[in-house]
């Protein structure tokens, strides 16, 4: 038992590491300044009705983003962030399948079921626009919209990628399977993403938790707690058999960037 304790501690410490040292890359690249919160005049419009066309706007330097390396752009964080995702797509197996005896962690798997992320991820939101729209504050307004936005063009990507890989969930493979063999076997409609890489919950819990982080940078706290809970959404991802550790680290990686680098970078 205290093995599989020990197991379980090295898969968070792993991730955790893991998608910090990538972070850390992506913000080398970024402006030192932080945007401010209230809205400046070169600020791109943000509404109800501008959501769509600004979302249609962001697909463009999502899709050509392989061209932007071409061009010697973030080639450092991209090469760290394939090399990483390589390697855990090679541990999978070794991370995956001791998860799968363990009842260890069954009570933290029922706080953070599917459902109950999903519903929490949608809930947060949607109390800071009903908090903006008391306080009259239109940046609290405007960051809920940006973080929509964020979502948004991230799981359009995450469907895309889904239906081309059509990966295998750790938990549709016999318990003694060949958890390297997930590729390219999933079957399903297309619309809702037919395969696991990357993690759909994942991405979308590092797009909101990015907004928030970057729109209200103080204090300090703000973005622990914004990439902490993200964080153990991702574990639990892992932990359910939902998910594996590559996914989940695609996913956060993902969501960062499109919602730091497409959707706040381009306001």
């Known amino acids: 038992m205290r093995a599989r304790h020990k197991k379980s501690?090295?898969?968070?410490?792993?991730?955790t590491v893991l998608v910090g040292h990538v972070l850390q890359l992506c913000a080398q690249n970024a402006s030192p300044t932080v945007r401010?919160?209230?809205?400046?005049p070169q600020d791109r419009p943000i509404s109800w009705k501008l959501l769509p066309p600004n979302i249609l706007n962001?697909?463009?330097?999502?899709?050509?983003?392989p061209k932007t390396v071409a061009e010697g752009?973030?080639?450092?964080?991209?090469?760290?962030?394939?090399?990483?995702?390589?390697g855990l797509i090679a541990l999978?197996?070794?991370?995956s399948q001791p998860l799968r005896r363990t009842r260890a962690l069954n009570g933290f798997?029922?706080?953070?079921?599917?459902?109950?992320?999903?519903?929490?991820?949608?809930?947060f939101p949607f109390a800071f626009y009903l908090y903006g729209l008391a306080r009259k504050s239109t940046p609290a307004q405007h960051t809920v919209l940006l973080a929509g936005e964020a979502v948004i063009d991230s799981e359009i990507l995450t469907s895309v990628f889904k239906d081309i890989?059509?990966?295998?969930?750790?938990?549709?493979?016999?318990?003694?399977?060949?958890?390297?063999d997930s590729w390219f076997r999933a079957h399903g409609h297309?619309?809702?993403?037919?395969?696991?890489?990357p993690s759909g919950h994942m991405i979308a819990a590092f797009s909101i938790a990015t907004v928030f982080a970057d729109r209200y940078p103080k204090p300090a706290w703000h973005r622990w707690v914004a990439f902490g809970l993200a964080g153990l959404v991702g574990f639990s991802r892992v932990t359910l058999e939902s998910h594996f550790p590559s996914d989940v680290f695609a996913g956060a990686v993902l969501g960062y960037s499109i919602a730091h680098y497409v959707v706040l970078r381009r306001r």
């Open 9 to 15: 501690r090295h898969v968070v410490l792993l991730i």
């Open 36 to 40: 401010p919160i209230e809205p400046t």
């Open 58 to 65: 962001d697909q463009k330097p999502i899709w050509l983003f």
């Open 73 to 86: 752009k973030y080639l450092k964080p991209t090469f760290t962030f394939l090399s990483v995702t390589a």
């Open 92 to 95: 999978d197996p070794t991370i």
């Open 109 to 123: 798997n029922t706080v953070f079921s599917g459902r109950n992320t999903s519903i929490g991820m949608a809930a």
């Open 165 to 180: 890989d059509r990966r295998l969930r750790p938990n549709q493979l016999p318990p003694n399977g060949d958890y390297s």
């Open 190 to 197: 297309p619309l809702g993403g037919i395969g696991s890489f």
